[in-house]
């Protein structure tokens, strides 16, 4: 087992810069969605905006660093969990919302704000919990990650986009609403395409390695989902913002993981295998959770 720390999974530089400029494309298509009417609406509710980003920011990264504390998984994929858990939630988590009767408006705008304050939150929580779990620790050294040029590929990625994105829809909404229909969807699609080729150049390695974090990869996912939702109804939410909630903290924009592991790691395996892994789980319990979510609220109806 101790080989996963070491497998490499080849991403050529072409492909690289083709999966960083498509998830520029998914945060432009995402900001067209977005109003500045979306961040004062959140001011005006403090407590929903406090609980999202404890729950995000704070609490997931602390509770993952404890997991990975008390069972000791291998290095990279301990570090792979941290970097997951220190990214932004990801944009399907406003259609997940949608279906499960969630507070869509408040997904559309904690996705909003959380990918503006993940330009530091990001780098920062994947630098402290990283470096403070010594086998991680060992790999930051040995790559030698300067935090700065992690924060400017973030701010390049994700910040920029975002505010061209919110620029453009001001000065052109009626545009910004026929491209958004487009961008979204498609740039997605064209996003899940560069990963599947990734992956599919190295199909023996994720086939020979995948079991091992399988199990690691659903708890720690239903961990996430399980902590928004209490903390949540801790908080004396509504019902319908416990689910927002724990939607928001539990579909985690793992395309940003794996660009970043992809970039400063070169692909090291246990990273690559389990952000890659996290991003096709988080898609099947989000659906699944909402699809029950919306059942129960279409049966209260009837009933």
Request: aromatic fraction near 12%; include cysteine.
């Amino acid at each position: 087992m101790q080989e996963i720390d070491k497998v490499v999974i080849n991403f050529d530089s072409g492909g690289l810069w083709v999966l960083n400029i498509a998830l520029a494309i998914v945060m432009f298509g995402v900001a067209l969605g977005i109003k500045l009417g979306d961040f004062k609406q959140l001011f005006k509710t403090p407590k929903l905006i406090l609980v999202g980003v404890v729950c995000q920011f704070l609490l997931l990264p602390l509770l993952t660093f404890l997991v990975v504390w008390l069972i000791k998984p291998q290095p990279s994929i301990a570090l792979g969990m941290i970097m997951v858990a220190a990214c932004p939630g990801g944009n399907i988590s406003n259609f997940m919302t949608h279906l499960a009767k969630g507070n869509t408006a408040l997904s559309v705008s904690l996705t909003a704000f959380a990918t503006f304050i993940a330009v530091f939150m990001t780098p920062l929580n994947f630098q402290l919990y990283g470096s403070l779990y010594k086998p991680t620790a060992q790999i930051l050294n040995e790559v030698a990650l300067n935090p700065f040029d992690l924060i400017k590929l973030v701010i390049l990625i994700l910040g920029i986009p975002l505010v061209l994105g919110m620029v453009f829809k001001y000065k052109f909404p009626a545009t910004a609403l026929k491209l958004s229909k487009i961008l979204k969807p498609l740039s997605i699609v064209i996003f899940g395409l560069i990963v599947v080729l990734a992956f599919s150049k190295n199909i023996d390695v994720f086939n020979n390695y995948i079991h091992y974090v399988l199990l690691i990869g659903v708890f720690h996912n239903v961990l996430a989902i399980t902590l928004g939702f209490v903390v949540a109804r801790l908080c004396k939410l509504s019902f319908t913002n416990q689910k927002t909630i724990a939607i928001e903290t539990g579909i985690q924009n793992s395309g940003l993981g794996l660009l970043l592991i992809f970039t400063f790691f070169n692909g090291l395996g246990g990273m690559a295998i389990l952000a890659a892994f996290w991003g096709i789980w988080h898609i099947i319990s989000g659906l699944a959770i909402a699809f029950y979510w919306s059942y129960r609220s279409a049966k209260k109806v009837t009933v």
